[in-house]
C-alpha cells in the first residue's frame, strides 16, 4: 500500500496550536510521527518570493538539525530523536544550556553519528514535548534561525 503525502505545516512557536492539536490527534489515533524542522536565515535569503520551506529538502545539509516525535503504540512507548550534525555527545551541550528532560524521559541515545533518542513517559504532552524539541534543535544549529518551524506530519 503507497504512503501517503505528509501534510505540512509552517509555524512559528507563538503559533503552534495546529501543531500541537495534529500532534493530540495522533496520539488518541495511536499512530504516526512528525519530523521537525527549522528555517535557517540561510533557507530565508535563498527563498525569497517564494514558499518558506520551498527548497528546505534539497539544500540541507546534516549540519541543521531535524528533530522527530513517534506516537506511542500499543507495542512501544513514544520518543523524541534529533539528528545533528554536531559530531559529539550533545545531552551535555543540552543540559549546560539549561535545555532538560522532562521527568520520565529516558535517554535511549546519545550518539555523534545516530543522533539523540528518548523514550517518554505516557502523559508526555504534546506542548511539552514540541517545546523541548524546538528548545534543543535551536541550541544545536550552528547557523542563525528565523523562527518560523515545519511540522511534517506523517499521520
Known amino acids: 500500500m503507497p504512503r501517503s503525502t505528509p501534510d505540512q505545516i509552517e509555524f512559528r512557536y507563538d503559533e503552534w496550536e495546529p501543531v500541537l492539536e495534529r500532534m493530540a490527534e495522533m496520539a488518541r489515533a495511536g499512530q504516526g510521527w512528525l519530523n521537525l524542522y527549522p528555517e535557517t536565515v540561510e533557507d530565508r535569503e535563498e527563498d525569497e518570493g517564494t514558499s518558506v520551506f520551498g527548497g528546505l529538502f534539497g539544500r540541507r545539509g546534516p549540519a541543521v538539525p531535524m528533530g522527530t516525535w513517534v506516537v506511542a503504540t500499543d507495542r512501544a512507548p513514544a520518543s523524541v530523536g534529533i539528528s545533528h550534525g554536531a559530531r559529539e555527545k550533545v545531552v551535555p551541550r543540552l543540559r549546560e544550556a539549561g535545555v532538560h528532560a522532562r521527568d520520565g524521559w529516558h535517554l535511549v541515545q546519545d550518539n555523534p553519528r545516530r543522533g539523540l533518542v ?26 542563525a534561525l528565523t523562527g518560523r518551524w515545519l511540522a511534517e506530519v506523517h499521520p
Open 118 to 143: 528518548a523514550r517518554l513517559p505516557a502523559d508526555a504532552r504534546p506542548d511539552e514535548i514540541l517545546a523541548w524539541l524546538m528548545s534543543a534543535i535551536d541550541e544545536l544549529c550552528p547557523v
